[in-house]
């Protein structure tokens, strides 16, 4: 019984069946039917056989398009049919070509693709391998008159070919896109892997004509898909510099060819005619002429993983073993890199290509360009590169060479990836809500990055460049992870320790290969590397770090400090305790304080805005640091306004502390450079010789009496001679003070005063005679001045000592009875005294009231020798007061 091929499966034709598909067909038809059903059984088939089964194939095959809804399968599966077309094509042999078989096996697969069922992508993948290695394999055929045969069925199969891989290309009535690159990944390995020059030739020639196929169709299938554009002008672009002339023309000719191909598809429809037109001016020009054109289109044309590729495939021919390929791939990379690199996908590959083989690349002009790739894509794409070099250094066994050793090689890219890497550390995302990404250098990786690159030690020519922003960004990283940690913040749980170990390391070997060993051992005596990790004790860490660029001499104490002013000067640093620590031991280095300007210390004053007691301090610290350098006494002008405001701060303390500066301020200040602000500071003093607090009060005595030093007679002027005859009476009085070491001040500074005024009597008196010796001294040499002393002991009425205000009451009595009853001035005096008489103090009230006793009875005897109408109406007021 007769059998039939079904699906892949052997079947029985029933009798009545085979005659019902017969009778379809005419006696050719039939004929061509039963040769295939014949010539599909096993066994072995002559050349006659080959060319009489794939006839009646194609014979069938023709008979079933022309029909309606003719199928293939309803006569026999068309897949078995391929499979034994396939067959046929391998059994012919390599070494020669003596018949048609090919050619008609080929044409065979033509007529089969136009009937149903269509072919499936993997059925055309596996005619198409097996019939370009028919082809491509034949040896050389020359033309020749005893060899004209011969070429002439060569150039048929070589047609069948092409006609086999454009119909087979197509899908339904456009070609795909997706189908090419397939049949392109089968045919480039025949270029690239083989070394036969008539092989290379017939692969380029396939592909030039595979390709103008595509550019006669203006809608192409599934464009998007197809991702080959870069390596295929990679690899066309390296054979149009090959030193075979054949094989460069073959190549350009293809060039052009896939340039028209995305000219076509790619560009802007009303410039289209006119790129091609120029584009065909150079057609078949020589390699200069492609490059540029190759470089054009590099640029304007591909995708970013499409230009990725095109280097891919020139980076992997700068490591052939051909010189011809090495010269070709380096001229290229010129080409290309002859611009800025525009964007590029597959950074890691190209990355890690680089790393991989940079040793193997021998010649001097394809290693500078690799390094010019290199540097280029540090710049663009500094996270990806850092994070595949980590990759790298990951998967690499010990023993090999660390890829920060390459990426060092490359002094530009060294100094770029390193800037880089600063913005990554943490102070600066500190703010940020959002952690990077995967594909983005997180701190612990860019700490990690910084401190494999200050190992290696053939940069340092670069890195004293950035030396100080290094070491400033580091040193603020360590601040901001040991507060974090001693905050117990969500962040320290996860990688805080990690960071700040490898921190510190980074900062330690930052020193070393700046040949700052000094510095670091310094640092290591005294324990500071400990402190700087310390949470209670971290800012006495950082002090010690600058006290070591101060003591030994920091080449970069300048640069230092710029960078931390420009910190400064931006009102939301994260790290501004840290830099105003660093900055007050920096100041004490000679060089840097030559360096203050008005500029950076008007930065530093705008930071007692803040009013932070803290903060506040360490400012009020840095002032005095001012006051040892003439250059920056000359800037202090700009601080003391800031200084002097803090003695009305809420904070006690820091009012105190404000007094203890002022206090060391005025032992390095000169009457030459800061008389104003001595002035100021007398009249500022006032309030605070009545303070409750003893320490404080002392401290106001202790400046007023510094501030008298320093004023010599011959320069008291107003209003700071006004000033002194004003605070006479006050310090006269306060030799009464409970705190013994006022009195000893105030006795000190009524000497120097009388001194000052040349009062040369009343300066014995001031040394050794009582308070009411001096004040009965004081009245009479200075008689004029006794309404003056008058006010200021109304004034004293309000002190919280008893006895000052004992004896601010005794002394207005004596005044008051030396002078003119009629002054009006006396009035204000009497109302002072009245509510005196109601004083907390038993002994103040008496003594008031007494004092009123003793007036009422001089103006009695007043009244008793000048009877006055206008002074008995004083005298009724005063009582009424």
Known sequence: MPTRYLGGFRVLLMEGEEKRCCALLDNLIKEAYHLIMQFMEPGQMSQVDKLSFLRAV????????????????????????????????????????????????????????????????????????????????????????????????YLQTNQALDDMLHTLVMDDMNPSMLILQQFLEIILPWLTSSDKTHEQTRVLGTITRLLRFICTFSELLHMTSFSINGKLMGILGLFCMNANQEISAGASEALYYLFTMLVLQRSMRPKTQSILKDLQKHFHGNWLANMQNLTLFFRKYLTPPERADVLMVALEATVSTSMYEVFAASKMLKMIMKYTLVEIAKVSEIIQFIYYHVDRITDITAQNIIKKIFQVLVQSYTDEVILTLFKIEDQTQRGMCKPWEILASFPKGYCVIMEYLLQRLIPSQALKDQEPSESEISPPIATRAIHELLMV????????????????????????????????????????MDILRSSVEALKT??????????????????????????????????????????KNCWHNRPVFSLLIWTLQDPDCVNYFTALVFLTELLHCPDVADAVDDVATKVLGNWFKCEEPATVKLLL?????????NNMVKQLHILQPYVLNCCYSSNSDLVMETFLTLQRLLKDLTWQHS??????????????????????????????????????????????????????????LHLKDVNTDVVEVCRLSLCNTATILGWSKLKVVFAKSDVFTILIALLHQETTKALWFL????????????????????FAG????????????????????????????????????????????????????TPSSCLCMRRSQRRHL
């Open 58 to 153: 194609e014979t069938l095959s023709s008979a079933v398009h022309s029909q309606a809804n003719g199928n293939m399968n309803d006569y026999y599966p068309k897949t078995l049919l391929a499979k034994k077309i396939e067959t046929i094509i391998l059994e012919e042999p390599i070494e020669i070509l003596d018949s048609s078989v090919r050619q008609q096996a080929m044409f065979c697969i033509v007529a089969l693709s136009q009937v149903n069922p269509p072919f499936h992508l993997c059925q055309k993948l596996d005619l198409v391998n097996v019939s370009i290695t028919s082809v491509f394999s034949l040896p050389l055929i020359m033309p020749s008159l005893d060899r004209k045969e011969s070429a002439s069925l």
């Open 457 to 496: 030690q053939s940069q340092r020519l670069e890195l004293q460049s950035f030396f100080a922003s290094l070491f400033i960004m580091l040193l603020f990283q360590i601040s901001f992870l040991v507060t974090q940690r001693s905050a117990g913040t969500q962040f320290q749980q996860h990688e805080c």
């Open 510 to 551: 930052l020193l070393r290969s700046s040949g700052y060993v000094d510095h670091m051992t310094y640092i290591q005596t005294l324990g500071g590397w400990e402190l700087l990790v310390n949470s209670k004790r971290h800012y006495d860490g950082v002090t010690l770090v600058a006290r070591s660029l101060v003591v």
């Open 621 to 629: 610290q840095m002032s005095e640091v001012f006051a040892k350098h």
């Open 675 to 732: 008389s104003s602000f001595i002035n100021q500071l007398a009249f500022i003093l006032v309030p605070f010789f009545d303070e409750e607090s003893e320490q404080l009060r002392l401290i106001a005595f202790q400046i007023y009496g510094s501030i008298l030093i320093k004023v010599m007679r011959r320069i008291l002027i107003f209003p700071l001679k006004h000033q002194i005859l004003n605070l006479i009476v006050l310090l006269v």
């Open 791 to 810: 006010k200021q002991c109304v004034a004293l009425f309000k002190s919280p000592q008893g006895p000052i205000r004992h004896a601010a009451v005794w």
């Open 814 to 865: 004596q005044i008051i009875q030396i002078l003119d009853l009629g002054e009006e001035e006396i009035e204000e005096a009497y109302t002072a005294l009245r509510h005196m008489q109601q004083d907390s103090d038993p002994t103040v009230s008496c003594l008031t009231t007494q004092t009123f006793y003793i007036l009422e009875a001089k103006e009695k005897a007043l009244l008793a020798k």
